[in-house]
């Protein structure tokens, strides 16, 4: 059942990034200033390689007391996701196989460079009907 619509055309291109080698502070830091819920990560090359959410703070850091960890530490991996010609229906699905919330979104030339980020909130708020899918992963989790 597609929807006809494509990630890439509701992907968000604008994305905030962070050094691997940044504290969870300067994270936390980072996504209240951008009111952002994941963040870029990249390492010493510039390269993205990994994301960190909200919920690796709150699961990996808080949770644990790991207060000293560096984002390279707790940061999610490897990268999920998908092209941005795949419809919004893959991409539930695969949110709901993988159990995340969040998948990239690979393009340019070689079409493994990350183009954006699409979110199961970007989703439901386009096509309500495919909740369903993402919630797969909470009755895998259960």
Not at 52 to 80: F, Y
């Given at each position: 059942?597609?929807?006809?619509?494509?990630?890439?055309?509701?992907?968000?291109?604008?994305?905030?990034?962070?050094?691997?080698?940044?504290?969870?502070?300067?994270?936390?830091?980072?996504?209240?200033?951008?009111?952002?819920?994941c963040?870029?990560?990249?390492?010493?090359?510039?390269?993205?390689?990994?994301?960190?959410?909200?919920?690796?703070?709150?699961?990996?850091?808080?949770?644990?007391?790991k207060?000293?960890?560096?984002?390279?530490?707790?940061a999610?991996?490897?990268?999920i996701?998908?092209?941005?010609?795949?419809?919004?229906?893959?991409?539930?699905?695969?949110?709901?196989q993988?159990?995340?919330?969040?998948?990239?979104?690979?393009?340019?030339?070689?079409?493994n460079?990350v183009?954006?980020?699409?979110?199961?909130?970007?989703?439901?708020?386009?096509?309500?009907?495919?909740?369903?899918?993402i919630?797969?992963?909470?009755?895998?989790r259960?």
């Amino acid at each position: 059942m597609d929807t006809g619509i494509k990630v890439g055309d509701c992907m968000k291109t604008e994305l905030v990034t962070i050094a691997d080698d940044a504290s969870i502070f300067e994270a936390a830091e980072r996504m209240t200033k951008n009111d952002v819920g994941c963040l870029v990560v990249t390492n010493s090359r510039g390269k993205i390689y990994a994301l960190l959410t909200d919920e690796d703070l709150v699961r990996k850091v808080l949770s644990k007391k790991k207060l000293d960890a560096a984002v390279k530490d707790v940061a999610s991996k490897p990268l999920i996701g998908l092209g941005p010609e795949s419809d919004l229906t893959d991409a539930a699905r695969l949110m709901g196989q993988k159990r995340v919330k969040r998948l990239v979104v690979f393009g340019g030339r070689d079409g493994n460079e990350v183009a954006g980020i699409i979110s199961a909130r970007d989703i439901v708020d386009l096509s309500p009907s495919l909740y369903d899918l993402i919630a797969e992963r909470e009755r895998i989790r259960a």
